[in-house]
């Protein structure tokens, strides 16, 4: 049997929501072991003067505790 944790972070990147995530799970990664998946919970584009000038995310990363 095993025991898995999810935890909730977010993301931001200045080119696409694809490397919110991936900026995201490196991220988490650096103290988190075992992650096995992530969920995209929200997406979000921020916008200046009219244009989009960031991406952000918010993840749910779910990792193992015991195997």
């Known amino acids: 049997m095993s025991v898995a944790k999810v935890i ?3 993301a931001r990147s200045d080119s696409s929501i694809e490397d919110a995530v991936e900026r995201g799970i490196e991220k ?3 103290t988190v072991a075992n992650i096995q998946n992530a969920w995209i919970k929200e997406t ?3 916008v200046t003067d ?3 000038s960031g991406y952000r995310v918010l993840l749910k990363i779910t990792f193992i505790l015991s195997g």
């Open 50 to 52: 009219g244009k989009v």
């Open 28 to 30: 988490a990664a650096e």
């Open 44 to 46: 979000r584009a921020e």
């Open 8 to 10: 909730e972070i977010s």
